[in-house]
């Protein structure tokens, strides 16, 4: 077989066999197919596409191209869930013991956050002593006994991804749905779980800006699972305006301890429940959506959920007395109220606008080896539809240089607009697919 030829089939319109697919990853992923030959056929999948046996197949490929995670010796069903990203995306560190508390088993791979968007490995990190760096027989061993765990992501896992994806992203072949779809799958196939809740995030602060994209994607990923014989479930969720009010680290991880304590802000809240009734019922753990959130919201009231963060803290060598009192986490030295330049409704927030003010702050990483602040960020007062008259609080800046935080309030109150009519609120779940 030559490469050659695989290029030219796509370049072409064909479609692509199996065997041609394993020849390109295998090759790719072992040096002998240069960048070059790589670049040309994402160009070519680019325009031309990929039917659904390809996308599996290529997803497939990726997902053996190293470690495939074998679960098995872990009773009971696995689900992984998986955010496509936003601005105060904390939801893993509720979500995630909320369904543990309800018995499901949770054995998570994560992402530091790189851009506008944060990571959940980065948030964890605000316990002191936490680490998800932590070898797979502990990973294994903390599911067995806490219920879940949460490392980061090896570098055997999906490698031809890994490697895949830095090629595109400097040949300008990111954004096609097939491609992205198996780069996200393939690594929550090598991940091992028997079955995946995907929330794909919609809107300004999301990867997707537009709906019909987040649908798009959303079914691609959808496809790919069930086809690889694992439960599959999306949830479009609203990623227009930071999710709940708490945008930074350490503030993250305290909007999310509230949330476990039952005073958490209604939007993630909500998504928290959504999702978590999707793990439970694709896992088999609740027979519906109804039982699984009464599930949830017993879990919560009963401080279970909140035990089992602390449980799991404890586990991956952190301190588990944050979780109780997280007033202990890390704070900045300034924390500076932002004045409404004007009396009216909130019609919008620029949420990728958000993200970077954070990132100005020193709350996000513009390049990988960026050393983050754990304790700025901001926490909104005012989101989509509520009123504010001219000079009462629309957030705090929580900062720890005068500077960064002159220049972040400046854009903060760029990304806000304002109307004299009223607006609607924003709905936080758009739709499920894959039920
Ligand atoms: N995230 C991924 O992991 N892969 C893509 O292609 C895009 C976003």
Redesign the pocket.
Known sequence: MRMYDVIKKKRDGNSLSTEEIDFFVRGFNDGSIPDYQASALMMAIFFRGMNEKETLDLTMAMAHSGDMLDLSRIPGVKVDKHS?GGVGDKTSLSLIPMVAACGCKVAKMSGRGLGHTGGTIDKLESFPGFSTSIPVEQFEKNVNTVGFSIMGQTKELAPA?KKL?AL?DITAT?DNMS??AS??MS?KLAAGADAIVLDVKTGSGA?MKKYEDSVSLAEEMVKIGNNAGRKTIAVISDMDEPLGYAVGNALEVKEAIETLKGNGPEDFYTLCLELGAKMLVAGGYAPDDANAKERLKEAVSSGKALDKLAEFVKAQGGDPDYVYDPGKLSKADLVIPVAAPETGYISGITCDEVGICSMILGGGRETKEDIIDMAVGIVLCKKKGDHVEKGETLAYVHANDQKKADECIRRLLKAYSFSKDKCEGKKIIKTVIGL
Do not use: A, G, M
């Open positions: 496509t991804d994806y595109r990111v491609l992205i780069s996200i690594k990867f």
